[in-house]
């Protein structure tokens, strides 16, 4: 039927993959707060169940069961909105994700490799990526809280900067492949060679930038808990607040897949071609990877200062961002 492979499957596609970014989020706790405790010299959460694999389980009855406060004067509806759009910014970007090369064949009906195959697809992503500011400006100023207001005006400011040469970077990884559908950017790296390779530099400015817009350390100052009083969730507590740590967390992982993606190949690899789940394989590999080298600055690395933040964006990468895009311009055009 025609209604099950252009509807059905869609949707159910959809469903697994929210449900496995949800749980994604977790488990990424989890191992977050293991990696950051063997860094350390610690053993991390080892109580909850064996080896402590249900402390995200243990962490999310927590903070269901914890009370919900809503500000007098606060904006009802903008308050409550904030935490929504967190979370639904980093998952809806998964849409244009390919996960492998080619459909699976599953009783009589294909499985596509990826959500919306459309020719934008790089301009969507760093689109609805970019909303995710929005929900940290809404939360502090519908707070109706000066401490809150001024973490969300200095998180903006910082969100807002590092966009500038994370987009210069996407410029230039456009010049190179011609084209800003993932599907074809994969493809060009598996005709030609890792973009890591042919774009060292905008592989290192767009990994440091995307660290700044997913609010991680060194630059986790939007919810710098010693200044601002914990920024721009200072009125949020219980499941509200999880929901910011929830969108920070899947931020993570759509940063570390869409990394992947466009320096790392994707899901090609030997045999990736022929055998899709072995592409999908790599992918999440490829992600893990990603991942665990966020968490390894986080605990090697310790965090800077707000005029160092806005220093380094203004004066370092971004002229290093537009000098890479005209030598790449000047490389392409000779």
């Not at 849409?95 to 020719?119: C, K, M, Q, R, W």
């Not at 010693?226 to 992982?253: C, D, K, Q």
């Not at 707000?306 to 971004?318: E, P």
Request: glycine share 6%; net charge neutral.
């Amino acid at each position: 039927m025609d209604w099950i492979q252009s509807l059905l499957i869609p949707v159910v596609y959809s469903v697994i993959l929210v449900v496995m970014l949800l749980t994604g989020f977790a488990y990424l706790s989890l191992v977050e707060r293991k990696l950051v405790a063997r860094f350390t010299m610690r053993f991390g959460p080892n109580r909850a169940g064996p080896f402590g694999l249900l402390q995200p389980v243990a962490d999310a009855l927590k903070m269901m069961f914890k009370e919900e406060l809503l500000p007098t004067h606060a904006d009802k509806w903008v308050y409550l909105l904030a935490p929504m759009l967190a979370i639904s910014t980093a998952i809806i970007g998964w849409a244009v994700f390919p996960l492998t090369s080619h459909g699976l064949s599953l009783l009589g009906y294909t499985i596509p490799p990826i959500l919306a195959d459309v020719n934008v697809g790089l301009l969507y992503v760093a689109a609805v990526t970019s909303i995710g500011s929005y929900a940290v400006v809404l939360a502090g100023w519908a707070s109706d809280n000066k401490y809150s207001l001024l973490g969300a005006l200095r998180a903006s400011a910082q969100l807002v900067s590092y966009e500038l040469p994370m987009g210069l970077t996407l410029v230039a990884v456009i010049l190179v492949t011609g084209t800003m559908s993932m599907t074809k950017i994969i493809q060009f790296q598996v005709d030609h060679a890792w973009l890591i390779v042919l774009q060292p530099i905008a592989f290192i400015i767009f990994f440091v930038t995307g660290l700044a817009e997913s609010n991680r350390s060194p630059f986790d100052l939007p919810e710098t808990e010693n200044e601002l009083v914990s920024g721009f969730m200072t009125e949020y507590g219980g499941i509200r607040f999880a929901s910011f740590a929830m969108g920070e967390y899947i931020h993570v992982i759509t940063f570390s897949a869409l990394t992947a993606i466009l320096f790392l190949g994707g899901w090609s690899g030997p045999g990736a071609d022929s055998v899709p789940f072995l592409g999908l394989l790599y992918f999440f590999i490829k992600t893990a990877v990603m991942i665990f080298t966020v968490i390894w600055v986080r605990a090697s690395v310790p965090r800077v200062r707000y005029d160092q933040l806005m220093r380094f964006c203004w004066k370092f990468l971004m002229p290093l961002a537009l000098l890479n895009l005209v030598v790449t311009a000047i490389v392409i055009a000779l």
